[in-house]
């Protein structure tokens, strides 16, 4: 009798040693049997919310996830597309589509190897994503994205160029200040402005060219109302600029017209780059 009854104890108390053990492991209930949550740490990081509206990376401009961590707030994402920015980003597009099809013929028979077909495809993509994405537009945030593509684009073209001529890559530099869509610049040129101090200005070559020989470069003029003015003078145009140039801000040249005595008010106004 008295064995058998050692025998339940002995099992009782094998049973809470086990019990005891897996219990350990388990997260503490807390009022309903949820697991109560963990205490907040006021000094950590919390995440920011991008400008595409969550948490995750914003998009790379042919939609896959970027390598790079979430942006900063961009209220241009709640800023109606300007219709001067549509039309100027829809021009963009048309006329890259027509250097594309110009550089086709000019590599057309002609062997390209690695790199020169990975930018070759590059310019391509881009013309592609561009136009896809335009057709989907619909805030400012979304011309900036589209121009920063075209930018791309442009560069892509610029080291197919090179690659064949068996010449090295150009310098990814900002685009030519006076029409973003002649390409990449490939020097800075003195121009003034009418009745403007002499200061200088990213260029591409043709309009290098032209400024030094004393002629007028070739300036990208929209309409403003009755009449025509240089786009710089154009708010209308603030987010297609800003997506060309605004990775460029640091740019000695591009600071040199959005700040101190040599700045043009209209181009420093469209990039946003003025002090307080």
């Known amino acids: 009798m008295f064995g058998g009854l050692f025998t339940l104890m002995f099992i009782f108390v094998m049973i809470s040693v086990v019990l005891s053990v897996t219990r350990a492991g388990r997260p503490r209930l807390g009022?309903?049997?949820?697991?109560?949550?963990?205490?907040?740490?006021?000094?950590?990081?919390?995440?920011?919310?991008?400008?595409?509206?969550?948490?995750?990376?914003?998009?790379t401009p042919y939609g896959q996830p970027a390598s790079f961590g979430a942006q900063p707030f961009d209220p241009s994402a709640h800023q109606p597309m300007s219709q001067g920015s549509r039309q100027a980003i829809d021009r963009d597009i048309t006329s890259f589509g027509e250097e594309l099809r110009d550089l086709d013929l000019e590599v057309v028979g002609m062997p390209l190897d690695d790199a020169a077909q990975a930018d070759y495809t590059k310019a391509l993509d881009s013309y592609d994503?561009?136009?896809?994405?335009?057709?989907?537009?619909?805030?400012?945030?979304?011309?900036?994205?589209?121009?920063?593509?075209?930018?791309?684009?442009?560069?892509?073209?610029?080291?197919?160029?090179?690659?064949?001529?068996?010449?090295?890559?150009p310098e990814h530099r900002a685009p030519c200040f006076f029409d973003p869509s002649h390409g990449v610049s490939v020097a800075n040129v003195s121009w003034a402005p009418p009745g403007g101090a002499p200061r200088?200005?990213?260029?591409?070559?043709?309009?290098?060219?032209?400024?030094?020989?004393?002629?007028?470069?070739?300036?990208?003029?929209?309409?403003?109302?009755?009449?025509?003015v240089p786009y710089w003078e154009d708010q209308q145009h603030a987010a297609w600029a800003q997506g060309y140039y605004g990775r460029y801000g640091a740019d000695p040249a591009l600071r040199s017209i959005t700040h101190g005595a040599l700045m043009?008010?209209?181009?420093?106004?469209?990039?946003g780059l003025l002090d307080d």
């Open 31 to 59: 009022d309903g049997g949820i697991p109560p949550r963990p205490p907040i740490n006021p000094y950590q990081q919390r995440p920011q919310i991008t400008q595409w509206g969550g948490y995750a990376q914003p998009p």
């Open 129 to 169: 994503g561009a136009k896809q994405q335009l057709s989907t537009a619909s805030s400012n945030a979304d011309v900036k994205r589209i121009a920063q593509i075209m930018e791309e684009g442009r560069y892509a073209v610029a080291c197919v160029k090179a690659r064949v001529k068996g010449e090295p890559v």
């Open 200 to 228: 200088e200005v990213p260029a591409c070559a043709a309009d290098a060219q032209r400024v030094r020989t004393g002629n007028d470069p070739s300036i990208r003029m929209v309409n403003a109302g009755q009449r025509q």
């Open 264 to 271: 043009i008010g209209g181009f420093s106004l469209l990039m």
